[in-house]
């Protein structure tokens, strides 16, 4: 493909001061006067006229010289060349413990606060690849699924917290069989997998074996605590007990945790107040070339203004034939290496562009980074993980493939609009690109999935009361099994009529242990003494009356988050129908004072509603939970802690 551009037309400056010196040196010329002062039949004996006319059309030839030496800098481009494009296909899954366990106080404030900070400094040395997030408690649940947006990770991550789980307890083989289900469901043959726990029982590393059995899956292990432990500070006060009133003082068992690892191929690291810890999981891989995708190559121009160096170099020595000693520096400047390197041949007859080129398709993208061409220059940026930088260089690209690119780095450094603009860009310069529109399709869904998530978290002004309501409903909930035992019945008429005809008995015991924690976990919830007691070898015939019991509880339960979170869909609708009137209001006509001071006042509810995505996570595992209730996964080693 033919077309000339300059690859660094900023060099075209250079070319004013040229004129600038070229002028100074024609008029210089022409008002020398100094053949009219002398007759010319005395000029030949006066003045030194070989040395003139040797030297007269030399200022014209330094000015060819320098007019070349730019138009070399500047990088003429008559062709083309196609740079490959790399996809990553690292894939890793985080699961993090979310047992009560990860209350305990001995790193301060406690473990949870300190894992999620480890968890997001994680997340943001992960440069390639997808990730995915799985919290897990009494079971495991998908809180972000395989993805390569660090920001909605980023997000997710400060929500989480044993309060928003819907059973306690540690099971950590869910969690793990959670995260091989989102490796295998995503089609990864090979993957990592990061446990981020204080402890895992003895007699679940068995089963833990058997699931990775027949896989490439690594398990890293990250273990927080301290070896002495902690009482367990329960967020309304008090410490957990357990069934015999004793305080729960949980520790770290490096030895088992690395033993895990060690198993499964992976590596262990325990708490650190550095960083030194989480670099422990730095993926240090070098991905392969995707064949298979149709935008795995841009093109990119060669520069051609190497070869006016067959012009530049013996103009510049015959000019310096006069000047020996200069020209001998010159040559021995040139030809004495600053640095050894090996003996490669090859790249004898390569320019700079084509020794990045190398350098990219070998993996070495610090070394790729030093290409002159913005394109490939952006392409190693973009590898190494420096998304706006690689933007900088792709933005001025003017071929379909170049705004693509940029719109990847856009879209990679969180700039969603700009990514869309950088597509449609694309577009218009390549009708037929298809992988801009299925990229542009994919930044366009991720916006309208962010502007639902806060138009959902934003739009219930009108139902401010009505979520009181269901607040003290499921507080009333938490209490019911205390209250229903000596037949009373407390708060508002019409929550207590709701909760009646919804199911009194679901799973309030079970509910008001995780508030009242520092009380004993046996004199306050049935279904704990029912676990505990199986752990402690009680028949089944004891426990199958309650384990049926819980069931229905958790049935109704679930009964009962749908009909509150069809509630906010509708309270969500109604909102937005709302907003939209007030629109088109404004835009059909000029407001009455009255109006505008309810608009405020709208404006100023909307305002005040809380954007806790706990909330979200807290109905969806719960609506999850009661699907699972029959079709039960292999569980591991269950506790309350």
């Known amino acids: 493909m033919t077309e000339f551009i300059f690859i660094r037309p900023a060099l075209l400056w250079l070319l004013l001061p040229w004129l600038l010196l070229t002028g100074i040196q024609w008029i210089k010329r022409h008002r020398s006067n100094d053949g009219q002062l002398i007759a010319p ?31 070399a800098a500047a990088g003429p481009s008559f062709e083309k060349h196609t740079v490959p494009v790399f996809k990553s296909k690292q894939a890793r899954v985080l699961v993090m413990d979310m047992s009560y366990s990860m209350y305990a106080t001995d790193i301060q404030p406690n473990r949870l606060t300190q894992a999620r900070f480890k968890t997001l400094d994680m997340i943001g040395q992960f440069t390639e690849g997808d990730t995915a997030l799985v919290a ?12 390569d947006d660090i920001k909605t990770l980023e997000n997710l991550v400060p929500s989480l917290s044993p309060e928003i789980m819907p059973s306690k307890g540690a099971n950590v ?26 402890e895992v029982e003895q007699d679940e590393l068995a089963d833990i074996s058997d699931l990775f059995n027949g896989t490439n899956y690594t398990l890293h292990v990250y273990g927080i605590g301290t070896l002495e432990g902690a009482p367990i500070g329960l967020p309304e006060g008090g410490f957990l007990k357990d069934r015999y009133g004793q305080i729960v003082v949980p520790k770290l068992y490096p030895e088992r945790l690395s033993a895990l690892a060690s198993r499964q191929g992976g590596r262990y690291a325990t708490y650190t107040h550095s960083d030194s810890d989480i670099k422990t999981f730095a993926s240090n891989k070098v991905t392969d070339l995707d064949s298979n995708e149709q935008p795995g190559e841009a093109l990119w121009h060669l520069d051609a203004g190497k070869y006016l160096l067959f012009i530049i170099v013996p103009l510049a020595l015959w000019l310096m034939r006069s000047q020996p000693l200069t020209l001998a520096i010159l040559v021995v400047a040139l030809i004495q290496p600053q640095v050894g390197y090996s003996a490669d041949w090859s790249n004898w007859f390569k320019n700079q562009d084509q020794q990045a080129l190398e350098s990219y398709q070998q993996g070495d993208f610090k070394q790729a980074q030093s290409a002159q061409d913005p394109v490939l220059k952006g392409s190693a940026l973009y590898k190494a993980g420096e998304y706006e930088q690689a933007a900088e260089q792709l933005k001025h690209a003017t071929s379909a493939i170049g705004q693509y690119n940029y719109g990847n780095a856009l879209a990679k450094s969180g700039q969603l609009d700009e990514a ?12 037929d690109f298809t992988q801009a529109q299925d990229n542009k399709k994919l930044v366009e869904d991720l916006k309208a999935q962010q502007q639902e998530s806060q138009q959902q978290n934003g739009d219930q002004s009108d139902n401010k009361e009505q979520s009181g309501k269901q607040e003290d ?44 924690g520092g009380e004993q976990i046996d004199s306050d919830a049935q279904d704990q003494q029912s676990s505990n007691s199986d752990r402690a070898g009680q028949s089944d015939n004891e426990n199958a009356p309650e384990l049926a019991q819980s069931a229905a509880q958790n049935e109704q339960q679930a009964e009962q988050a749908a009909q509150s979170v069809q509630q906010a869909q509708q309270q969500a609708a109604d909102g937005e129908e709302q907003s939209e009137r007030t629109q088109q209001l404004l835009q059909s006509r000029p407001l009455t004072p009255e109006e505008k001071e309810k608009a405020q006042q709208l404006d100023q509810l909307l305002r005040k509603v809380p954007d806790d995505p706990a909330i979200l996570l807290r109905n969806k595992m719960l609506l999850e939970s009661q699907q699972r209730v029959r079709q039960r996964h292999p569980r591991g080693v269950e506790k309350s802690w």
């Not at 995260?179 to 469901?185: S, V, W």
């Open 420 to 431: 869309i603009a950088a597509y449609e860009h694309a577009l218009q310069l390549d009708p």
């Open 473 to 516: 409903q499921s507080g009333d909930q938490q209490q019911g099994s205390e209250q229903q035992q000596d037949g009373q019945q407390q708060g508002d008429d019409q929550q207590s009529d709701q909760q009646q005809e919804g199911g009194q008995q679901q799973g309030g015991e079970q509910q008001k242990s995780n508030q009242q």
């Open 41 to 71: 039949h005395l000029a030949q004996f006066v003045l030194e006229d070989g040395p003139r006319k040797q030297s007269s059309s030399t200022p014209w030839l330094v000015s060819l010289l320098l007019l070349l030496s730019i138009l």
């Open 173 to 198: 083989l869910a969690g793990l069989d959670q995260a091989k289900i989102l490796l295998d469901q995503a089609g990864y043959a090979d993957g990592e997998i990061i446990l981020i726990s204080d």
């Open 136 to 147: 897990y408690a009494g079971d495991a649940f998908v809180v972000s699924p395989l993805t």
